[in-house]
């Protein structure tokens, strides 16, 4: 059993505040992701939670217990670090034992548990190596093994797979979701990498510029971001966006942008007296027949194939729109073609307060 | 140049390649004789003839009575009291230098690894012993030890720890460890800069990884920083003992070896062997010994801590 309860938490270096008044309540056994951009303050609040970090102010609870100024050995938490942190004077073995020795475990079981957890991990053959004498991967899971062998409650990771080349970080990334199922513990996971976090996390925590900008399951804050940030930050290629005002054409409440391009008017209508935003991903734009309504004309810029799909860059207006299609040849470079934004995939947002209004 | 370079260039080119390669490699020489004829002039040369004269009976009170004794010298010292006692006062006066320039250099590279104000006036402060030359260390020791004036006697009597006054550095109880107090006093900074350096290349995730495991401060220091500092310690133990080992000026400023042989280091032994009884044979046989011991030891202290110090890279 594991939940952490994080309130009213406030944190400064001197005179730079980075968090003010934030919340966060996370179930026992849950996986949840810490995404931002870079200086966000990912790091912070986990090292908050290891205990590395002073709170300036607010309290974290493990278990309804306040553990705010209890020292990291006293959290029976596990970290795993971003540069793995592997002593290097310590064959691997000795690595995944020291938490145990410190702990004052008798060597009969350090012995056992350290070997289990090489098991899982596939680190039985390099128990007797060196960290520098093992890949960047192997290292990696040497420091998974020392976080795992002493089966806390809670598993902190700060950007884990930072620093493999994508291919391992696409295995890691399955394997560590495979341990968080073996482990029936509560992970704590950080990272700047969106899909990593949309494929790992049972729900994610978007942040920004030390504030939580949306929690909510991956799919959910995907298919309903709650606020312009959020929609910009998740997905890739990012989501188009476009400034547009309330406006009337042929009779019929529209919202049109300066330069002409017309979209459906947001179902339920609150809130759109100002300006708005108007949002679609790559996806949710298709090419559409000339004479279908509200079909917005556009030119073909530039064409890219990723190997899964073709994106294809339209001018619109004064707008360049990202469009996402099925692989396809596609030859018509500076060709016209119409496109339209899925209607039930449009997001609007408040230009003023930048949250979510339809 | 590549074998694949020759093919392509065919058999004049390479003539003219290794021509222009000769020319190149004489203008290197050439530009750089004059620190080579430096080098031989001032080292390889006097090195030569001192060990050339090593292997004489040579006294210059009876100049004429030089002759060619092969390794007699070196032999003979091995039945020399003189000798044998030098090496024990070496030894010893290596043992407490080393021993305490490590733990006062560590403690002290501990103590200004740390956030203090004022760190860095401190840290300037801490080098200027080493600034210092030795002879210059060892005046200035002699005046904390001087028998009537010095600074040791007043503060020791103003505290009534003693009641008469002692020349510290010649007395029998005393000159050795007045000597060693000196050494390490000049000493300490080297050790302290060396330390600092490799501490300040530990990483902090080592020490926030360990926290996590439940290290105490103490266990984080023998289990992480003290692994971490074995390639340090390989430099200090090396420069020390070498220094230790080759000490003359401040005995000779300190001490002048006495009382009686108590001080008389291998150096010192070295010295006064060649000038004072003019017996450059023996000397320079001391000479070699020595440089022979330091090389013996470094060696040694090297298997002892490379393999570990490599680890902590
Ligand atoms: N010791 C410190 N003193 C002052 N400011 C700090 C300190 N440590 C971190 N910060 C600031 O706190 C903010 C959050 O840092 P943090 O390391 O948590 O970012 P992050 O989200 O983990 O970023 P990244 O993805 O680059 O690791 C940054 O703006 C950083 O400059
Ligand atoms: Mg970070």
């Known amino acids: 059993m594991a939940t952490i309860e994080i309130s009213d938490l406030h944190k400064r270096y001197g005179a730079v505040e980075i968090f003010r008044n934030l919340n966060l309540h996370v179930q026992d056994k849950e996986f949840v992701v810490l995404v931002g951009p870079s200086g966000c303050g990912k790091s912070t609040l986990l090292r908050m939670l290891a205990g590395l970090e002073d709170v300036t102010d607010g309290t974290i609870s493990f278990d309804g217990t306040d553990v705010t100024d209890l020292k990291p050995k006293h959290r029976d938490v596990a970290m795993v670090f971003q540069n793995y942190a592997l002593y290097p004077h310590m064959s691997v073995a000795k690595n995944m034992a020291f938490g145990l020795r410190m702990r004052g475990v008798t060597n009969a079981e350090i012995e056992q548990r350290v070997a289990a957890a090489a098991g899982v991990l596939g680190l039985t053959e390099y128990l007797e190596r060196h960290p520098r004498e093992l890949s960047g991967g192997q290292r990696q899971r040497v420091a998974m093994g020392r976080a795992i062998v002493r089966t806390p409650q809670v598993f902190l990771f700060d950007e884990p797979l930072s620093n493999l080349d994508a291919l391992l970080r696409v295995d890691m990334r399955a394997e560590v979701k495979s341990l968080h199922q073996r482990l029936n513990a509560t992970f704590v996971y950080v990272t700047h990498d969106q899909v990593e976090a949309m494929t790992m996390a049972d729900r994610m925590v978007v942040m920004n510029n030390g504030t939580i900008e949306q929690v909510g399951a991956p799919l959910q804050v995907y298919d309903k971001p709650a606020n312009v940030f959020v929609a910009s930050f998740i997905g890739s290629p990012a989501m188009n966006m476009i400034r547009a005002k309330p406006s009337v054409a042929n009779g019929q409440k529209v919202i049109r942008s300066d330069d002409g391009l017309t979209f459906p008017h947001p179902k339920n209508n609150t809130g759109c007296e100002g300006g708005l935003i108007v949002g679609f991903r790559p996806r949710d734009l298709n090419v559409v027949d000339k004479d279908t309504s509200g079909a917005i004309e556009a030119k073909v810029e530039i064409v890219e194939h990723t190997g899964v799909e073709t994106l294809v860059y339209v001018r619109a207006g004064s707008h360049k729109l990202c469009m996402s299609i099925d692989k396809q040849e596609w030859s018509g470079l500076g060709e016209s073609v119409c496109v339209l934004p899925d209607p039930a995939n449009t997001h609007y947002f408040d230009e003023t307060t930048k949250q979510r209004v339809g | ?313």
């Open chain 2, 1 to 313: 140049m590549t074998s694949v370079d020759n093919v392509a260039l065919g058999h004049d080119a390479i003539d003219r390649e290794q021509t222009r390669e000769r020319r190149e490699s004489f203008s290197a020489f050439a530009l750089n004789s004059p620190a080579i004829i430096w080098l031989v002039f001032m080292a390889v040369i006097p090195i030569g003839w001192s060990f050339w004269t090593s292997l004489h009976s040579m006294n210059l009170r009876r100049p004429h009575r030089t002759q060619f004794i092969g390794l007699d010298n070196y032999f003979e010292l091995l039945h020399a009291p003189e000798f044998l006692n030098a090496i024990q006062v070496t030894a010893v006066f290596a043992a407490g230098t080393i021993a305490f320039s490590l733990l006062i250099g560590l403690l002290l590279a501990l103590l200004l690894n740390e956030e203090f104000p004022g760190r860095s006036l401190v840290r300037a402060l801490t080098l200027v012993p080493w600034a210092m030359p030795p002879v210059v260390v060892g005046l200035v020791w002699s005046w904390i030890y001087d028998g009537r004036f010095g600074l040791l006697n007043a503060i020791f009597k103003s505290f009534g720890i003693i009641r008469e006054s002692r020349a510290w550095a010649l007395d029998p109880d005393f000159a050795m460890a007045s000597l060693i107090t000196a050494q390490v006093w000049h000493q300490v900074p080297f050790v302290t800069i060396v330390f600092l350096a490799a501490l300040q290349t530990i990483p902090d995730e080592f020490y926030e990884a360990a926290k996590v495991d439940g290290a105490s401060r103490l266990s984080r220091f023998f289990h992480i920083t003290l692994p971490w500092l074995s390639q340090a310690m390989l430099i200090v133990l090396i420069t020390q003992t070498m220094e230790a080992l080759r000490v003359f000026d401040l005995v000779f400023v300190l001490t002048g070896g006495g009382p009686g042989d108590a001080t008389t280091v291998l150096g010192w032994l070295t010295y006064t062997r060649s000038f004072s009884f003019l017996d450059f044979g023996r000397g320079n046989s001391y000479a070699f010994v020595m440089a022979f011991m330091t090389l013996l030891l470094s060696v040694f202290y090297i298997r002892l801590l490379w393999k570990r110090g490599e680890f902590a890279r």
